[in-house]
Each structure stands twice: as structure tokens, then as C-alpha cells.
């Protein structure tokens, strides 16, 4: 562009240049006046001035500069003269100029990015200054905000102790606030990675719990779990990690995000409450067994009495010293699971054969119910005989429980690939979906009016998942509201 006035500049390019510019505005490179050669209706609208108060004047009489700190390179002044000087772009991403509101006639807070390009002459020398300029008001208080946000979650995370990680998938790569460190034990200022916390975690959870949470959630998206871990003094403690994983447009799992937080001293009030379970359990276990035999002997003596109601009493009061005992030996066991006291004693032996003794076991408790076996052939399992029988007897009490007198309990076994599979199914009240997920949960109890005249602490279905996740089996319950349930698990085959 040659340096001429803007009389002389095209019109039909003046048109285009500035009416339709989203906001720009055309300065000489008179320094200092800067006298405003050209405006865009743009321009006009977004500072809420007039064209015959700007075209002609300087920029400074029209956008005062009385309030710009000296020090600050970006000022309008500053750039304009560094344009003229090195005859060069200059973009300022980022700036403050209120303006005034049309209605209230008070300043609102604005900000935008803006952009300085020179133009010119034929001599070579900047001639204009094209000034463009963006609103991003929305996008700056939107990081503002953000920002704000981050301060506050690291506050609050700073107050609880929960730190927070991010990793990416793909790449491996791992990041984390600064809680992490503390939490496993290290200096704040400690640098820590991916692979040397992975090694602080016991070597049986990271097999046994962490790897498997993790591929879990590559297909679920959720992540959770709690494990011990050790610090650099050799001290175990214990954490808590919850997580969920984004995935990308094709459902690939891209990064894994969640938190960490130090549970110990709630797991070592656990530990407390089951030593206190253990000891009451043991306790009671010692007048409950004299007392049953004390009242099998008394069944002995008077088995000959001519009064029905002796031998009533007596075979009712035995049933009751029975559940009291299974009860007893409910809470011990869980006691023992929990901290991981609980040990296999596994050997070789017939599934098939395990049921059928369980079952005649039952046969006394089971009343009017119709207990019906239908074996595989033959099945080996290398397994707790005991802990296994267990959790068959919890099935088979359950089911009398919640179905009706007269019903049929149905037990199977089947081999599916390389596992044995048990089943007990009844004509029930059934489990709805929502309790379903629930069920192998620690003393949950099914919230329902046709369950709340019926026993229990809800330990039998957890202690029974418990055992047969250490048998490297799965649990399951599938069930329909008034048709009955169908509970089952699964073990390896020997």
C-alpha cells in the first residue's frame, strides 16, 4: 500500500477490509498521535463509540492510556511504536479493556486477544498499523474459573490427604498431585514413578487385586479397589484407589483417572473389631457346645417320656443351639477373612459327593422342602472340603428361607471348559436387580416386607463369595421377582 491518506485507498477495498472485518481498526504510523485513519462497524459496536468521534483523531484521545502500567510491554502505545521500529507483526494474546455498558453506562470487564500487523509504503516504511482485535472475554473467565476450580480440589484434597493421577494408556505416562508422595511414605519434594510405587505394593495384591481391577476396568471403565502397601521404612499400610477409564470415539480406552487415599488407620479399626468378634465368638463357643450336649443327653434320658411336648422341647431347643453355633462359627470365619487369616486346607476330592453329604446334612432343617440332586459324572476338585460344604449348606439354607413350604430346591453340577459349576436353585420370592449386585456384599440385607420376619446378619453370601474367590472361582445369582433365584459358583477343575 502506498503512503497516501485514506482518501486515496479503494474503496470497494475499504468496504471489505473493515465492514467486514470482525473488528479492525487502521491507524497512521505518525507516532506519537497515531491518528485513526479508518474504523470497522465491528470495531465501533464493540467499543461503544461513534465513527465521527474516532476517524481523524489520535488513538490515545479516543482510547485513553492514563491508567497502563509503565512496566507493562503490551500497552497499546508500546506496540505501536515497536511496529513502526521493526516493521514487524506484533500479537498481544491477551489484554484487559472494559467497556461500558449501554444500558447501566458501568464498566464491564473484557478481555482480547489482538493482533498489529504494518503496512507499508513504497519507500518501504510501516505507513499504517492494521489493529485487529478478538473478544475473548468468555474464554479468559472460563480459565479463570478453571483454574480457580483446580485451587480449590487441591485445597480440599491437601485438607482430606485423597491425591489424585492421571495415566495415559497408551504412552505409560503418569501424573499425580502432590499428596501422592506422602501418602506412600516418601519426603514432599521426592521424585517417584509409576513402577516405583507399583513396587511398595505387597506383591500378593498387585497379583491377586490390582492387575485384575485393572483389566477389569479396561472393559468396565470402573476401577477400585484397596491394597497394603509398604513404605521405605518397611511399615505396611493400607490404601484405597478409585478410578474410572475415557475412552475414545472407536470405545479404546485412552487414560485412566481416580484417586489414592491412606485407609490404615479405618483398617486397623476393622482389625480391632474382628479380634473383638474372634474373641466374643470363641468365647461363646465353649458354654454353647456343654450346653448341647447337655441337651442331646437330656434327649437320651427322656427320649421314654410319654409327654410329646418333652421331646419337642427338647429337638426345638437343639435347633436353635445348632443355629446359634453356625452363627457362631459365621462370625469367626469372618474374622479370619478379612485380615487374610483365613487358609485352605485343599486336597483332592468328588464335588458330587460333597453335595450329596451336604444335603444329608440338611435334610433335617430342610422340613417340607424337596431337596433333588442332579450330578455331573464324576468331578474332581483340588479345594477346601470343609469351606466348600460350607458354602453349599449357606446356599441350601437360604433357599429354605425364602421359599415356600412344599417347594423343590433343585442342586446341580456341570462342567463348563475347565471348571465344575454348583448350582442351587429354588421357587422363591426371587432378588430384584437392584439387591442383586448388592447381595455378596458384607451384612447386606434385602430391604423388603416379605424379608423382615426372616433372620440373619447378612455375613453367609459374603463369606460364601470370600471363599470361592480364594478358590479362584466366581459367584453368581440369577434371579426373577417371584420365580425364585438360582445361586452358583464355580471351581477349578483338578
Known sequence: MADTSTDNLNEGLFQLLFEKSPGSLLVKADA??????????????????????????GF???????????????????????????????????????IQDTVTKKLSEHYWSC?????????????????????????????????????????????????????????ADFS?????????GHQPNAEISLSYIRNQVH??????IVLTAYNRALVSGQYEYEVRIFWPDESMRWIRTKGM??????????????????????KRDEERKNDFIAMASHELKTPLTSLKAYIQLLEVKLSASPDPFV????????NQVNKMTTLIHGFLDLSKIEPGKLHLKKNIFDINKLVQDVIAENRVIAGTHSLKFTPHCEVKVNADREKIGQV?????????????????????????????????????????PKDQEKIFQRFYRVEDDDMKHIAGFGIGLYLSSEIIHRHKGQISVQSEEGKGSVFSFTLPLA
Open 32 to 57: 506519537p498521535r497515531f491518528t485513526i485513519a479508518a474504523v470497522s462497524d465491528a470495531y465501533l459496536q464493540i467499543t461503544s463509540v461513534q465513527r465521527e468521534d474516532v476517524v481523524g483523531n
Open 176 to 184: 499425580f498431585s502432590p499428596q501422592m508422595v506422602t501418602i506412600f
Open 115 to 171: 493482533s498489529n500487523i504494518p503496512i507499508h509504503c513504497s519507500e518501504g516504511k510501516v505507513a499504517y498499523i492494521l489493529n485487529t482485535v478478538v473478544d475473548i472475554t468468555g474464554e479468559v473467565k472460563a480459565k479463570q474459573a478453571a483454574i480457580e476450580s483446580e485451587n480449590r480440589l487441591l485445597m480440599a484434597a491437601d485438607a482430606t490427604g485423597i491425591a489424585f493421577w492421571v495415566l495415559d494408556i497408551k504412552t
Open 392 to 432: 453349599i449348606s449357606n446356599y441350601i439354607s437360604n433357599a429354605i428361607k425364602y421359599s415356600p413350604k412344599g417347594s423343590t430346591i433343585a442342586l446341580t453340577t456341570e462342567i463348563i471348559e475347565n471348571h465344575v459349576s454348583v448350582s442351587v436353585a429354588d421357587q422363591g420370592i426371587g432378588i430384584k
Open 203 to 208: 506383591p500378593d495384591d498387585m497379583q491377586n
Open 245 to 266: 477409564v475415557l475412552f475414545n470415539d472407536k470405545n479404546q480406552p485412552e487414560r485412566m483417572l481416580g484417586t489414592i487415599v491412606d485407609v490404615t488407620e479405618s
Open 60 to 98: 490515545f484521545e479516543v482510547f485513553p492510556d492514563t491508567g497502563d502500567d509503565p512496566n507493562d510491554e503490551n500497552t497499546a502505545r508500546k506496540v505501536f511504536t515497536k511496529v513502526i521500529e521493526t516493521g514487524v507483526k506484533i500479537d498481544v494474546p491477551v489484554y484487559r479493556f472494559d
Open 311 to 318: 421331646a419337642s422341647s427338647l429337638t426345638k431347643a437343639l
